[in-house]
């Protein structure tokens, strides 16, 4: 095997996904407009010498405060065309998935858990990881955590951009983020991609995936039901709403809002008492509906901003929300309390 040292060079990329090359430090022209530059990972995990990308398809459902779910049962694999050892920075097919990927189902040691035992191609890879001694869950848990810090390193701007219009809660958005993960399963974004391919006719095997992302997101956001007669488009009336989710399905923290110290309307001034019935206003509960009936709807799909609570951890008090608006603090402690009172709610 050829050993190769790519530490000091950079992926030059343009905005259109085109014109991928490797070139040094020194070489680049960093004042050309629609092109960017990323550093390349010179040890990537390969499998049967294949490099990959692992894509996650993720869905904001809200804005302000933000809630973002992953499409968790599955995930699409691409790997390159042509190993990537003997190393040649001029064969693209070597480092880069093209649209004429190698599909998973031709790589020999994931074919037995894809072709003949039915894995998904997320169980697959799991599966061969694991056969290398490896964990895989901290990897995934590193890909959450990345989109995470994605959407609120942005957060301000959807916010104002939200501003602008009436209504901004009917809103959601799909993307599909990029990864490669390198020989210690350390991970790194590659891209966001605002307007993924879902069709198959190229890879008609990916069909499955394609169509259960498109079913899941639907039915997280409302636009299809599986209970009451009504989508996104056709809202439910009142009673049928109510049938869904009523006010008393949100109330939290019965021990606290019970208590002394958040009787009077004054208490609603602090974080203690936020949450009680007299203190929640009409946009608070709409807030907290929509992330009932997300829950309700989740299917395929993991919540993973607001972060999901841990049950053993659910009760303590004074939970740091440094870098939190007061909706993401708010949101967050809601599913706390959701989570205290039934332990169905600390994984969604």
């Keep these: 095997m050829q050993k190769i040292t790519l530490k000091k060079c ?77 190393f040649d920075q001029k064969n693209k097919d070597k480092y ?15 074919s037995k858990y894809y072709n003949d035992l039915g894995f998904s191609f997320k169980d697959t890879l799991n599966a061969y990881i694991r056969s290398l001694g490896k964990d895989p869950e901290a990897m995934w848990d590193q890909m959450y955590l990345t989109i995470v810090e994605v959407y609120r390193s942005q957060e301000e701007r959807f916010v104002k951009a939200a501003s602008h219009y009436p209504h901004s809660s009917a809103f959601f ?80 923290f019965p021990e606290t809002c019970s208590g002394d110290d958040c009787s009077s309307s004054s208490s609603c001034s602090t974080r203690k008492c936020e949450l009680c019935k007299h203190c929640l206003k009409q946009s608070d509960l709409e807030m907290l509906k929509g992330a009932w009936l997300e829950g309700a709807r989740q299917f395929a799909t993991k919540r993973i901003f607001p972060p999901p609570v841990v049950r053993n951890e659910a009760g303590s008090e004074g939970i740091q929300y440094e870098g939190f608006s007061d909706n993401n603090r708010k949101m967050h402690e809601w599913y706390r309390g959701k989570c205290l009172m039934d332990v169905s709610w600390c994984n969604k």
């Excluded at 890879?203 to 039901?225: D, T």
Aim: glycine content about 4%.
């Design 10 to 86: 950079l992926c030059k990329k343009s905005n259109n996904h085109r014109g991928i090359k490797i070139e040094k430090v020194e070489d680049l022209e960093l004042e050309n407009d629609g092109s960017f530059i990323q550093e390349f990972i010179h040890n990537p995990l390969l499998i049967d010498g294949y490099k990959f990308d692992i894509g996650l398809y993720v869905t904001l459902t809200s804005v302000d405060p933000l809630r973002i779910h992953v499409h968790q049962s599955d995930a699409l694999l691409r790997f390159c065309p042509e190993k990537y050892h003997p």
């Design 96 to 110: 880069v998935v093209n649209d004429d990927y190698l599909p998973l189902w031709k790589v020999p040691s994931l």
């Design 173 to 252: 958005e799909m993307v599909r983020f990029d990864f490669v993960i390198d020989s210690d399963l350390s991970v790194y974004l590659m891209e966001a991609n605002m307007s993924p391919n879902l069709s198959s006719a190229h890879f008609p095997p990916n069909r499955l995936l394609y169509e259960q992302v498109i079913h899941s997101v639907l039915r997280l956001v409302g636009v299809i039901s599986g209970s009451v007669d009504s989508d996104l488009l056709h809202p439910p009336s009142k009673d049928a709403l109510d049938m869904q989710v009523h006010d008393k399905d949100l109330y939290v």
